[in-house]
T-cell receptor, first 115, second 109 residues
Framework: EAQVTQNPRYLITVTGKKLTVTCSQN?????MSWYRQDPGLGLRQIYY???????DKGDVPEGYKVSRKEKRNFPLILESPSPNQTSLYFC???FGTGGLNQPQHFGDGTRLSIL | TQLLEQSPQFLSIQEGENLTVYCNSS?????LQWYRQEPGEGPVLLVT?????EVKKLKRLTFQFGDARKDSSLHITAAQPGDTGLYLC?????????FGTGTRLQVFP
């Protein structure tokens, strides 16, 4: 079954404790991205990757890091989480460059709470 | 910065009513997608429109892309409780999608 898998689904942690949210897709998609979803703000892109070893900042990259060492995986790293990073996070993937006409396939989300 | 504003932000209606959701921007997009998101899940693509003025129908849902490719609308005829969810529009350009602010629809039996 074609899918995007995120882990963990839920995480409560404390300020400053490094964490990683994993994302894996089995559709051989070139494009992967991370979004955060906050009430009234829709989905905002954090980082994206057009292919292996190619990553770029989205609209809200501050406080986040990513890597793309393999095509299927695109982890999101919070080196020193802060309460304003409490949010619902989604990983997505698609063929091609991720923009024009390409449907995004989303994971089921990771709800992160930073105390 | 490109922005997509959706209206209304919230909509509560009775089963059988019709409704329209709007997605507006001052920017031109190469394509416009609509997604529906249910609680505990990621958004799922409903439709992509790519030509100015294009109209697409998906059962009781009708999607239209504005002539100038800056806006779009989603019309639902005879809404059902199963239509309940968060509807998101997303404008596409060469390397990214810009998502709208979302419309949360609740359809009561």
């Amino acid at each position: 079954e074609a899918q995007v898998t995120q882990n963990p689904r839920y995480l409560i942690t404390v300020t400053g404790k490094k964490l990683t949210v994993t994302c894996s897709q089995n559709m051989n998609h070139e494009y992967m991205s991370w979004y955060r979803q906050d009430p009234g703000l829709g989905l905002r892109q954090i980082y994206y990757s057009m292919n292996v070893e190619v990553t770029d900042k989205g609209d809200v990259p501050e406080g986040y890091k990513v890597s793309r060492k393999e095509k299927r995986n695109f982890p999101l790293i919070l080196e020193s989480p802060s309460p304003n990073q409490t949010s619902l996070y989604f990983c997505a993937s698609s063929f091609g460059t991720g923009g024009l006409n390409q449907p995004q396939h989303f994971g089921d989300g990771t709800r992160l709470s930073i105390l | 910065t490109q922005l997509l504003e959706q209206s209304p932000q919230f909509l509560s209606i009775q089963e059988g009513e019709n409704l329209t959701v709007y997605c507006n921007s001052s920017s031109v997009f190469s394509s416009l997608q609509w997604y529906r998101q249910e609680p505990g899940e990621g958004p799922v693509l409903l439709v992509t429109v790519v030509t100015g003025g294009e109209v697409k129908k998906l059962k009781r849902l009708t999607f239209q892309f504005g002539d100038a490719r800056k806006d779009s609308s989603l019309h639902i005829t005879a809404a059902q409780p199963g239509d309940t969810g968060l509807y998101l529009c997303a404008g596409g350009n060469t390397d990214k999608l810009i998502f709208g602010t979302g419309t949360r629809l609740q359809v009561f039996p």
